[in-house]
């Protein structure tokens, strides 16, 4: 059972299917209008602050790093923090650790200290912590570097969102996606706000998106009431899970606003949890950042994976202990 990924359980609706099966020879234009209508009314932003995208938020960030000169200011321990590392090496970087949880991620003083040319790129809720960007820490940001880039691909699991902040400074652009909450990994459309002024700054442009994907994404949009029924499952999944874990002093749980929980492991080493979890058909996450090695990350299942998965803890529990 694969909890070592993050992916929405229920996949996508059957609307959203049936919608891209149906609309697969329609016109781009037409249905990209249509999207970013349904978007504007949804979200209540400007049609025209809105910026669709063909391919997975990965690479659409990625383009967006790369058209910014300067520094980039990374909050470690996170995925997008690891991804800035890797993909520009010869880039210089500031790294801003983020902690464990914590409700800010930096102290007013240490803002000044940012580099004014810098790009600081943020995950908001963080991957593997699940912790937010607290608006003030955005606009914080904001006002110390040169663009702010906020990765929102999971802000549907919080139902909190920085996108008003896009509208209301020249230099923020919030990225978000159907991926994650909607289930549509083989149907991506990314979609990015930003004001004119951020747009530029970020090479920010439309791309020609094939319409199956936008008739997917439109769908998805009309029949939110059912959308929103399976992410009430999985944020009811998250709950039980965190309640379940502080049963066991040998997990101590975080609050997570993302579709996932991580939980550092006490009194035993997180190998012997995660090949224990192995052996009885569970796989789960171990975070290679600096910091969480003594973390897991646990995806979030439907109902009855869930139930396999405290199955196997209870299972595996009793022989850890010292």
């Not at 923090?81 to 800010?104: F, K, M, N, Q, V």
């Amino acid at each position: 059972m694969r909890l070592d990924t993050v992916r929405h359980p229920y996949g996508p609706s059957p609307a959203a299917l049936d919608a891209a099966e149906a609309h697969a020879d329609g016109s781009p234009a037409i249905l990209a209008d249509c999207l970013r209508a349904r978007l504007s009314r949804r979200f209540r932003v400007p049609e025209s602050a809105i910026f669709l995208q063909q391919s997975g938020i990965d690479h659409v960030m990625h383009r967006a790093i790369d058209h910014i000169p300067g520094p980039l200011v990374s909050f470690p321990p996170s995925a997008v923090a690891a991804t800035l590392d890797a993909e520009w090496p010869g880039r210089e970087r500031i790294a801003i650790a983020r902690g464990a949880p914590r409700s800010r991620f930096f102290e007013g003083e240490e803002a000044a200290d940012l580099p004014a040319a810098g790009i600081a790129v943020a995950d908001a809720p963080s991957d593997p912590l699940g912790s937010l960007l607290a608006l003030p820490d955005a606009v914080r940001l904001a006002r110390a570097t040169r663009c702010l880039v906020v990765d929102e691909r999971f802000a549907e699991f919080a139902g909190v969102s920085l996108l008003p902040l896009a509208l209301e400074f020249n230099n923020v652009v919030v990225f978000r996606t159907f991926d994650t909450w909607a289930g549509l990994q083989d149907l991506p459309v990314s979609w990015a706000v930003a004001s004119p002024a951020a747009a530029r700054l970020a090479g920010l442009r439309d791309d020609e998106i094939a319409p199956a994907n936008l008739a997917a994404a439109v769908a998805t949009l009309d029949a939110l009431e059912s959308v929103s029924a399976t992410l009430k499952l999985v944020l009811e999944e998250r709950s039980r899970l965190y309640r379940f874990l502080r049963r066991f002093s040998l997990f101590a749980p975080l609050p997570s606003w993302a579709p996932f929980l991580a939980a550092r492991v006490a009194m035993t080493s997180r190998e012997a949890v995660v090949s224990g979890l192995a052996d009885r058909g569970v796989l789960v996450h171990a975070p290679d950042q600096e910091g969480l090695e003594q973390f897991i990350r646990f995806g979030i299942g439907t109902r009855s994976e869930m139930e396999r998965l405290r199955f196997a803890v209870r299972d595996l529990v009793p022989g850890l202990l010292p």
